[in-house]
């Protein structure tokens, strides 16, 4: 009751976008985010550097009003099957080049199926490919970090090990089930 209620207020006072089974015509969250202008370069040229919102949101939203306040920003709600983020270091400061391996490793780019990336300035000395892997259990981090791995060899980069930036449902689960033992205690 308390979640419901809070949804509700959420609803009424931010903008709020509905993506995939739990948008009407099943609307993909990174449609939505290319038409909010997320991934606009935003940074020295033709770099990314985070998401700056626009003053006004060209796209209506599906709950909620029009306008996004800076303090609140905007809400994204969706339903879809598990989705592991995972991002890799580029040890070079040549954006071009982390934004040429990212679209290379991307479905878009003709890469790996079920993968999205996006380039990313990561602090002074490195770049970053941020990938969003659709079905994790068919293209897993590990192909992808492999297929990043060679594209790196021939650009002359080197890579890092790459990292999850959420938690894997197994952890989500523990973190739970630890919750509520100690609610229990
Ligand atoms: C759950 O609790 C155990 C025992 O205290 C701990 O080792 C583990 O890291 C916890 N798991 C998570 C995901 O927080």
């Known amino acids: 009751m308390r979640k419901r209620n809070g949804l509700a207020l959420i609803m009424k006072s931010v903008p709020v ?16 985010r290319r038409e909010l202008g997320y991934y606009r370069p935003n940074f020295m040229g033709n770099q990314w550097a985070g998401w700056t919102m626009p003053d ?10 029009s306008e996004a306040s800076r303090a609140r920003g905007i809400t994204m709600i969706g ?32 890469g790996l199926p079920t993968v999205q990336t996006l380039g990313l300035v990561h602090g002074e000395d490195s770049t970053e490919i941020a990938c ?8 897993g ?5 492999n297929q990043v791995e060679t594209l790196a060899v021939e650009e002359g980069v080197e890579v890092e090990k790459g990292y999850f930036t959420d938690f894997s449902p197994e952890m989500i689960i523990e973190k739970y089930m630890n919750l509520t033992s100690a609610q229990r205690d």
């Open 79 to 110: 339903a879809r099957p598990w989705v592991a983020l995972y991002n890799i270091p580029i040890l070079s400061t040549d954006f071009s080049v982390a934004r040429r391996i990212a679209r290379m490793v991307s479905a878009r780019g003709g």
């Open 56 to 65: 006004m949101l060209l796209e209506k939203p599906d709950e909620g009003p």
């Open 17 to 32: 976008f509905l993506y995939a089974a739990a948008h009407p015509t099943g609307k993909a969250l990174d449609t939505i």
């Open 141 to 145: 981090a590990d192909r992808v970090q």
């Open 132 to 139: 969003m892997l659709l079905e994790p259990n068919q293209i």
